[in-house]
């Protein structure tokens, strides 16, 4: 398999783990009636928000905007490259995870692990945009998650 279309399905699949693997945690939570379920909604769409609005403001250029290479994943946006959303997103769901679902939520940070290589090796990110995604990401998260445990246990 070429290198880039290796690239491109680990990048997929990574993503449509951790979005199956959120909504149906999120599904579940509820349906257990667990109290932190509208957390583990709220605090990963805030931070998904905060993340899109600060990298709008930096407005970072992208490895191939700058090395005038061709990326190895599919991307044509130019700019808002730090920090990563994929990776913040991903770094978001599985920190809030870990305060409802631990397994799952650690499994989700590791594919996230792998996601930001994926990133980097495709030429869409720079190292630090993605380091900075999933510190983001983590911070964020386990703040968000603490916060909604405290106030409903």
Known sequence: MESATYLRAVDHLCVVTVA???????????????????????????????????RARIDAPRPYELAAINPLLDSSTHGKSFPSRHVGSGALIGSSLCFVHPLLGIGVLLITVILAIVRVRGRVHFPRDVVAGYIAGVAFGFAGMLLVTLLVG
């Open 20 to 54: 199956i693997t959120y909504v149906a945690s999120v599904l579940w939570t509820f349906f257990i009636g667990n109290a932190q379920a509208w957390g583990l909604l709220a605090v990963p769409g805030l931070g998904f928000v905060l993340l899109s609005i600060v």
